[in-house]
């Protein structure tokens, strides 16, 4: 799987080159989650900065990266909208100390539950859906202030140098393996747009977008959008003066900052949900990106500590008035092809984005959004699970309904947590159904006259029906047993339905015996009561004679 991103040994150079790499491409990501989630950039990049930070340092899975993201964005947008900015720091503080507490309970083990086909459908969904987001870099405000598609000179130019940073990307590891090739791309394509744009520079016009357009084009659409809804008017003027860039100075605890909300029953019932889904979404999300990290780096990280791990990070990013974050696949996938695989690879990148907002963010504003669309296409070509669509006609149906589904939600909802819990519910039903039909029973008489059925398959809620009408009570004779040698009882709904049949036994005045019960089996026996009468002796005359015994 992942092919693209090629097994390869860590140094701390390559760390450090591949954390330099992420840190270019978070700062356009984190702005525009800032953006959907309806606070300051510079809230989104410090949000990016602590989640990347502390959870390097404390997480369970070196090389992975983790910031804020459109997927916990997406869940702050209506608190922070009815509510305000106050309201959203707690909730991401009770976020965290929700997510430390599951990894203290040790159930991120409870990723494993994931099928393959999720995890497929998972990975190609997410491709399209990295790929579509990268379309808003090929659109500009226009004068009447909506967003349009480039076109004529400037849609070639932005198309010719896309194709040349993946073309670098993909040919520079064949010449060497010294620099990372995004971090090449990166270079050459900013070097290349900035003389483009310099010899542009006489019409007064940028020909190419950069990340410093980009900012300023979201916050001009941004504030054309709330003028048009209270129905004001917004002159080019007010547009043009307002003052947007990525620069600032060092984060300071929320409450020195902002008002603090009331500490009392009310605004937990507020912040609450928010709290539990923000929380949910999040290891989801990161535990789903642990699992794709292991696979592409043939190495295994630690669910419970990287719960723990993103617990901390968002009640640090909460304190200092982040808007909370979770592991990112897209930055992760271009950390693991840069050669990033240690903890120092993440560290590098959130040390890294620190260091532009406090001092290089000039620089940084320069960076053409040419060089990361193409950084970000090479991410979907390799993250998009090829081979898939090789074994399309050979998977069960069952298995490719559930990956298409799953590829489906995770697209049209761009809801990835919700994708991966449909996912695992669709294929428990599936298997429930299948299995349900697994259920069958040999019989003989044996010497003493009694009639021995012997089930085959499990006996659980979906097949508790089939299993009741393997019996023919009626013409049954006075002994009848039981042999579960081949079969398990899962759960109560089989045991409701062994009892069920007792009381048809005993309505006819018949004995029921059981026999070759599980340890399992015979617990819940026990802790139903005097329901049956259970042989627990390995008596042979129970024993039936069937072509599955030889």
Not at 111 to 133: H, Q, T
Not at 181 to 201: E, F, K, M, R
Not at 212 to 238: F, K, P, S, V, Y
Not at 265 to 283: D, E, H
Request: with cysteine.
């Amino acid at each position: 799987m992942l092919n693209f991103f090629r097994l390869r040994s860590t140094t701390a150079r390559d760390d450090l080159l591949s954390g330099l790499t992420v840190a270019l491409a978070l700062v356009p990501e984190a702005i525009a989650f800032a953006f959907v989630a309806g606070v300051s950039p510079l809230i989104g990049l410090y949000s990016a900065f602590f989640i990347g930070l502390i959870s390097a340092v404390m997480g369970g899975r070196p090389g992975m990266i983790s910031g804020a993201t459109g997927a916990m964005a997406v869940v702050v947008v209506p608190l922070v909208a009815q509510h305000g900015l106050e309201y959203l720091f707690p909730a991401v503080i009770l976020c965290g100390l929700f997510q430390v507490l599951i990894g203290l309970a040790r159930l991120g083990k409870l990723i494993r539950m994931v099928p393959r086909p999720v995890m497929l459908g998972f990975v190609n969904g997410l491709a399209i859906v990295i790929g579509m987001a990268q379309v808003g870099s090929f659109k500009t405000l226009s004068d009447s202030g909506s967003l349009v598609f480039l076109s004529g000179t400037p849609l070639i130019l932005m198309s010719s140098l896309v194709l040349l940073t993946m073309a670098i990307i993909w040919l520079l590891p064949r010449l060497t393996r010294t620099i990372p090739p995004s971090l090449a791309a990166i270079v050459t394509v900013t070097l290349i747009s900035l003389a483009i744009n310099s010899y542009a520079g006489s019409s007064g016009e940028n020909t190419l977008a950069t990340v410093g357009d980009m900012l300023r084009t979201n916050t001009q659409a941004a504030m054309i959008a709330d003028a048009t809804a209270a129905g004001e008017q917004i002159d080019a003027a007010t547009l043009a003066a307002e003052d947007v860039g990525i620069s600032g100075g060092l984060p300071v605890l929320f409450f020195l900052e902002y008002e603090l909300p009331p500490i009392d029953w009310s605004t937990l019932r507020i912040i609450l949900p928010y709290s539990i889904v923000l929380c949910g979404v999040g290891l989801i999300e990161s535990l789903m990106t642990l699992t794709l990290i292991d696979e592409v780096t043939e190495t295994r990280g630690k669910g419970n500590r990287e719960c723990i791990g993103q617990g901390t990070a968002n009640i640090i990013c909460g304190l200092f008035g982040g808007m909370g974050g979770c592991a990112m696949i897209g930055q992760s996938l271009i950390n693991v092809n840069s050669g990033g695989r240690g903890w120092l690879s993440g560290i590098t990148a959130a040390v890294c984005l620190l260091m532009f907002v406090l001092f290089l963010a000039p620089l940084i504003e320069q960076i053409p959004m040419a060089a990361l669309v193409g950084v970000m296409f090479m991410v979907v070509i390799g993250t998009f699970e090829w081979a898939s669509l090789r074994m399309f006609q050979r998977m069960p149906r069952s298995d490719m309904f559930v990956m298409v589904l799953v590829a489906g939600y995770t697209v049209f909802m761009h809801d990835l947590a919700s994708a991966v819990i449909l996912g695992v519910i669709v294929s428990a039903l599936v298997f429930a159904w299948e299995h349900a039909t697994h259920i069958g029973a040999d019989s003989r008489f044996n010497e003493f006259g009694s009639r021995i059925y012997q089930v085959h398959g499990p006996l659980f809620f979906a097949s508790a029906s089939s299993f009741k009408e393997l019996f023919d009570v009626n013409e049954d004779p006075q002994d009848v047993v039981i042999d579960f040698y081949y079969s398990r009882v899962y759960d109560q709904s089989g045991l409701e339905a062994i009892s069920w049949l007792a009381d048809k036994y005993e309505g006819c005045g018949k004995r029921l015996h059981l026999t070759h019960l599980s340890p399992e089996c015979r617990r819940l026996l026990d802790n139903a009561g005097d329901l049956v009468e259970v042989n627990l002796s390995e008596d042979p005359q129970y024993h039936v004679a069937t072509d599955r015994l030889g």
